[in-house]
T-cell receptor, first 112, second 118 residues
Framework: KQEVTQIPAALSVPEGENLVLNCSFT??????LQWFRQDPGKGLTSLLL?????REQTSGRLNASLDKSSGRSTLYIAASQPGDSATYLC???????????FGKGTLLTVNP | GAVVSQHPSRVICKSGTSVKIECRSL??????MFWYRQFPKKSLMLMAT?????????EQGVEKDKFLINHASLTLSTLTVTSAHPEDSSFYIC??????????????FGQGTRLTVV
């Protein structure tokens, strides 16, 4: 059974800082890994999708990497802004059942 | 990205009544829709998977008679919480995917529905 872990559970940084969010998964047989953003009381917004054959994806100030062999993914946020404050979730799409398994998320607070 | 619309965003109902939540894919056809429940400080919990025109597949521990799911078209799925009780109060989120081209497509989510049963 796939298990996804996100570290840290919460992170508070000053504005302008670069930061890294970590995601690990136990079963490397995945189709893809997806990073989401969730604002309080809202749904999930897809940020980046990395296919199993890819090593990284970039969108603006966000860069996500994937190392299947070690079961790890990272989300790098450059020059953080207060508007980046949210919960960030990673989810692995299972190779056998096509279901997304989510981590518990990292609550990010960017202080002005 | 594609748009998934979920309605209502908030609902308060009396214990014993039923509540219907709609999930629509606005600009793509969703062969498969997923319904999740989110508890505070916990991962999203998959409740069921529905394919258009088929009966939903429920995860272990989810009562199919309590959480009725219908996926009658490629753009609409509904979740009905029947005979709601306070313990059903939660945040429910739907997700839609089009698996016709690939199994590895991006998942898009609705805005979520906060259900409060009083």
């Amino acid at each position: 059974k796939q298990e996804v872990t996100q570290i840290p559970a919460a992170l508070s940084v000053p504005e302008g800082e670069n930061l890294v969010l970590n995601c690990s998964f136990t079963d490397s047989a995945i189709y893809n890994l997806q990073w989401f953003r969730q604002d309080p009381g809202k749904g999930l917004t897809s940020l980046l999708l990395i296919q199993s054959s890819q090593r990284e994806q970039t969108s603006g100030r966000l860069n996500a990497s994937l190392d299947k062999s070690s079961g790890r993914s990272t989300l790098y946020i450059a020059a953080s802004q207060p508007g980046d404050s949210a919960t960030y979730l990673c989810a692995a799409l299972g190779g056998s059942n096509y279901k997304l398994t989510f981590g518990k998320g990292t609550l990010l607070t960017v202080n002005p | 990205g594609a748009v998934v619309s979920q309605h209502p965003s908030r609902v308060i109902c009396k214990s014993g009544t039923s509540v219907k939540i709609e999930c629509r894919s606005l600009d793509f056809q969703a062969t498969t829709m997923f319904w999740y429940r989110q508890f505070p400080k916990k991962s999203l919990m998959l409740m069921a998977t529905s394919n258009e025109g088929s009966k939903a597949t429920y995860e272990q521990g989810v009562e199919k008679d309590k959480f009725l799911i219908n996926h009658a078209s490629l753009t609409l799925s509904t979740l009905t919480v029947t005979s709601a009780h306070p313990e059903d109060s939660s945040f429910y989120i739907c997700s839609a995917r089009d698996f016709r081209q690939s199994r590895s497509t991006e998942a898009f989510f609705g805005q979520g529905t906060r259900l409060t049963v009083v």
